[in-house]
């Protein structure tokens, strides 16, 4: 699902975010990527998404070759994966109806299918009963899920949540990582970027360490030992 192969970053002779970095992750798995903070994660996510490009290596998605990708074809890109950030990103003179929609209207799809997909994805993340709230009006826990579902409405094959819960409290943080481990369980790999040792050692999946850039750890069933 997603290779990389001796994969650097380098912005300058002392600035190298990321080194030789060699991982696979397939299809279906949870993958947690932990490290200090400036240790290459942030980097890792906007290589994945096309965001940034490498300097050396050959990044896959999906047995698609992304490393020297073209402007055109990074929207196709994007609908395999779906990213959600820590501070949610969204629109706020727009409903959470809208904001979801809002992701389909740019992509181009019709209205019929939008119909259909947006209450299916608020469904799937408990906001149903939310669709004509404002994102002022949400608890930042509620706010996350808006951006989740947003994520949601191409079916992407991989969700990459960069600091999903930085901004949450316990109670919010449990309800997202559940709605994650959901999603996960319909097929989706999910790539969970994130310092929250808590987090990481709940879960008891796979997690890969980056220290300066490199992977210095990658367990099946691992912890946070940072």
Known sequence: MITMKGVSKIYSSDSIALEDVHLHIGAGEFVSVVGQSGTGKTTLVKLLTAEERPTHGNIEVGGWDITRI?????????RQIGVIFQDFKLLPKKTVEENVSFAMQVAGEGRRRIREVVPRVLDIVGLSNKLERYPTQLSGGEQQRVAIARALVHRPKILVADEPTGNLDAVNTQE???ILKKINEFGTTIVLVTHARDIVNQLERRVITLSQGRVVADEAHGKYRL
């Open 176 to 178: 997202i990582i559940e």
């Open 70 to 78: 073209s402007r055109s074809d990074v929207p196709l890109l994007r």
